[in-house]
């Protein structure tokens, strides 16, 4: 998984500790609706609201899977009841993940070391 943050400064030790945890309790939905080597993205979004967690993986080949989560460093909550997809200031992510993804895995043979390589420079978000 690819990490990416979108906020000023780095993100804490403690808010970094509790994405992964979050990440990591989604990990096995993501690998029930896999099929796309576990590949995929996490967000974490530092906003007016609170933290933003978007952990989205690649399933069926071609099909973009997202679970939203809002907390901070103490934990978080699956905001799944609630019709949210992304934030404008997330969207460059998930637009260069898009294109990331048909570049590296889906023209002839799939390089997923080439795809989670392929990160979007801070400074474009």
């Given at each position: 998984?690819?990490?990416?943050?979108?906020?000023?400064?780095?993100?804490?030790?403690?808010?970094?500790?509790?994405?992964?945890?979050?990440?990591?309790?989604?990990?096995?939905?993501?690998?029930?609706?896999?099929?796309?080597?576990?590949?995929?993205?996490?967000?974490?979004?530092?906003?007016?609201?609170?933290?933003?967690?978007?952990?989205?993986?690649?399933?069926?080949?071609?099909?973009?899977?997202?679970?939203?989560?809002?907390?901070?460093?103490?934990?978080?909550?699956?905001?799944?009841?609630?019709?949210?997809?992304?934030?404008?200031?997330?969207?460059?992510?998930?637009?260069?993940?898009?294109?990331?993804?048909?570049?590296?895995?889906?023209?002839?043979?799939?390089?997923?070391?080439?795809y989670l390589a392929d990160h979007l420079d801070k400074e474009a978000v």
């Amino acid at each position: 998984m690819k990490v990416y943050h979108i906020g000023a400064g780095a993100p804490s030790d403690a808010l970094l500790a509790s994405a992964r945890d979050e990440a990591a309790r989604m990990e096995a939905e993501a690998r029930d609706e896999g099929g796309a080597q576990g590949t995929g993205f996490v967000v974490i979004h530092e906003g007016e609201v609170g933290t933003w967690l978007l952990m989205d993986w690649w399933a069926h080949g071609d099909i973009l899977c997202q679970r939203l989560s809002l907390g901070d460093a103490d934990g978080f909550a699956a905001q799944d009841a609630r019709p949210l997809n992304a934030c404008v200031w997330e969207l460059p992510v998930l637009m260069h993940e898009r294109d990331a993804w048909v570049r590296h895995m889906m023209g002839g043979a799939p390089d997923p070391e080439a795809y989670l390589a392929d990160h979007l420079d801070k400074e474009a978000v």
